[in-house]
């Protein structure tokens, strides 16, 4: 069973930068792509960025340029720099396959607000 383990999240002035951290368990995370993905309040989880196996990356309009998204396989680890939030980036963050399985971690909660 995987298993993600999403932190660094807090609260934040709308400007500041934030970087978030996900371990996740397995032998598979060096060949799969991976994704960060967000929930608001009263709103459906969405795809913030993904990076595949060779490292190419995507990202949503609404943070492009803002956010980048990189992996360190031998940590297992995937990152989210955040730079120039806003408060409508407030919502809780999750890591996950990209496509997303069905496993979940708990989120990191990111506040932007003054």
């Known amino acids: 069973q995987v298993q993600f383990v999403e932190s660094g999240g807090g609260l934040v002035q709308p400007g500041g930068s934030l970087r978030l951290s996900c371990v996740a368990s397995g032998s598979i995370f060096s060949i799969v792509a991976m994704g960060w993905y967000r929930q608001a309040p009263g709103k459906q989880r969405e795809r913030v960025a993904s990076?595949?196996?060779?490292?190419?990356?995507n990202y949503a309009d609404s943070v492009k340029g803002r956010f980048t998204i990189a992996k360190d396989n031998a940590k297992k680890t995937v990152y989210l720099q955040m730079n120039s939030l806003k408060p409508e980036d407030t919502a809780v963050y999750y890591c996950?396959?990209?496509?997303?399985?069905?496993?979940w971690g708990q989120g990191t909660q990111v506040t932007v607000s003054s």
């Open positions: 990076i595949t196996s060779g490292g190419s990356t």
């Open positions: 996950n396959f990209f496509p997303p399985s069905n496993y």
